[in-house]
């Protein structure tokens, strides 16, 4: 007797019969049924995303490991410090008390309460609890914002270097992203001259992320007024300002939060999180701060999509910001150790001829250019030629097994990105192999190019 398929629905079940169970003749219609062309055409908006070029290295180098490859990363814009005991304390509490049920769509309200005051006390952002978003991560908060503020027709106005994800997050949101070239001269930092001479009438949103991801540069409070100041003469346009990376500043440079200056807190959206100031990557939890109307449009996205974020999570960023004042003596410490990276990274970058590079102000990052060793007659024995700074990454990892992010990912083709969120030890190994693959006796510079 054959097995028959049950269903909850009304549809009168009907025998399955296992094609191996049968001979051929009987199985020939299912199997021509089973080859038949599936039309695996997809919505034209995923179809011309791009992937994220960092998470790709990112598992690349974990494949690499997988198979007995000694690979050092330097891709992952992740931590290493640990979640600090306290928060982790919280996570526990929170599984062994019963806190694993759904939590609100937009957050717990101790939690956004929290955030609230967080925002008045450190950031001069003053906010009501019902105005910020909590989310899965501080990704899924950019990305509501952008599909609440923006559709076809719109431009987003994208300094690069930026983000990877910025540009393919507009082009999902059916709008098109106007990059505006940044240059190193200017400390990779939008000017207000730029910004002015690209708005249109079609311009809706400005992207500002400080201190930056790819660069590490930081806005100065004075560049950040001047900005505003033209952002104030177009009344359409509105601000995401992507402040993940507030705690990570090395003095003297200073954060200053956008939606803080004059007449700007009515049209920006200030997205922050847990996962690079606390150590929290794998929590997943971010957030979202913005005028009431782009607010609640978040939180119908994200109700349609994800709910609200891990009940877990949320208790223990409780914990963390109970810390104190930008993230106590956790986050201090492990900023601390930050700084003593970045200075060790750009010293030895520096001492490779042909690699340019000044230090960044803040974030976990260095963005040097070397694009002078690169170019028509750029080459390397064993490898062939280098063209690019992307072929030179691929270079760097394939024979000195250090893993590097190619600007062209960012925007910025001349430069590639190394995160320092990693171990002492595992900085002086990557920088002493890509060193020695870039010396002039292992790398033969462009033609015209002094070694």
């Not at 963005?367 to 002078?372: L, N």
Request: charge should be neutral; hydrophobic fraction near 45%.
């Amino acid at each position: 007797m054959e097995r028959a398929l049950t269903t909850s629905c009304s549809l009168r079940c009907v025998p399955f019969a296992h094609p191996a169970r049968h001979p051929r003749a009987a199985r020939a219609p299912l199997l021509r049924a089973m080859a038949s062309p599936v039309d695996q055409s997809l919505n034209p908006l995923v179809a011309s995303l791009r992937p994220s070029a960092t998470v790709q290295l990112t598992d690349t180098a974990v494949r690499l490991r997988e198979a007995g490859v000694d690979v050092v990363a330097l891709a992952a814009g992740e931590p290493d410090a640990p979640t600090p005991a306290a928060v982790c304390a919280a996570g526990i509490e929170a599984i062994a008390s019963g806190l694993t049920r759904y939590t609100p769509n937009n957050g717990t309200a101790p939690l956004r309460a929290a955030i609230a005051k967080k925002l008045a006390a450190e950031n001069d952002v003053i906010v009501d609890p019902a105005q910020v978003v909590v989310s899965n991560g501080a990704k899924q908060a950019v990305w509501q914002a952008l599909l609440a503020t923006c559709g076809p027709g719109d431009q987003v106005l994208i300094p690069a270097p930026y983000w990877v994800s910025y540009p393919e997050m507009a082009r999902l949101a059916g709008a098109t992203p106007v990059v505006l070239p940044c240059p190193a001269a200017e400390g990779f930092l939008l000017t207000p001259r730029r910004l002015a001479s690209a708005l249109t009438p079609a311009s809706r949103l400005l992207i500002l992320c400080s201190p930056s991801n790819p660069t590490g540069a930081v806005y100065p409070e004075a560049t950040l007024r001047a900005l505003a100041e033209v952002v104030a003469a177009h009344p359409r346009l509105l601000v995401l300002s992507d402040e993940i990376y507030e705690y990570v500043v090395f003095p003297p440079a200073r954060h200053v939060s956008f939606a803080s200056l004059p007449g700007m807190a009515h049209r920006t959206l200030t997205v922050n999180g847990f996962s690079k100031a606390y150590a929290m990557t794998g929590w997943r939890l971010g957030y979202l701060a913005a005028p009431p109307t782009f607010a609640t449009a978040a939180g119908v996205v994200q109700s349609q999509c994800t709910s609200g974020a891990s009940s877990i999570a949320q208790h223990a960023a409780l914990a963390a910001l109970g810390l104190g004042p930008h993230g106590g003596d956790p986050v201090a410490r492990m900023v601390a150790a930050f700084r003593e990276r970045r200075d060790y990274v750009v010293a030895r970058l520096r001492a490779i001829p042909g690699v340019v590079l000044d230090a960044p102000d803040g974030a976990f990052y260095v963005f040097p250019d070397a694009s002078a060793l690169v170019g028509p007659g750029a080459e390397a024995p064993g490898f062939g030629p280098v063209p690019s700074v992307a072929e030179l990454c691929r270079y760097i990892l394939e024979v000195a097994h250090v893993v590097v992010v190619p600007g062209e990912a960012f925007g910025e083709p001349a430069c590639f990105r190394i995160s320092y969120a990693t171990s002492m030890e595992q900085l002086e190994k990557g920088l002493d192999r890509i060193a020695a693959a870039l010396a002039p006796e292992k790398l033969q510079r462009p033609s015209g190019v002094a070694a």
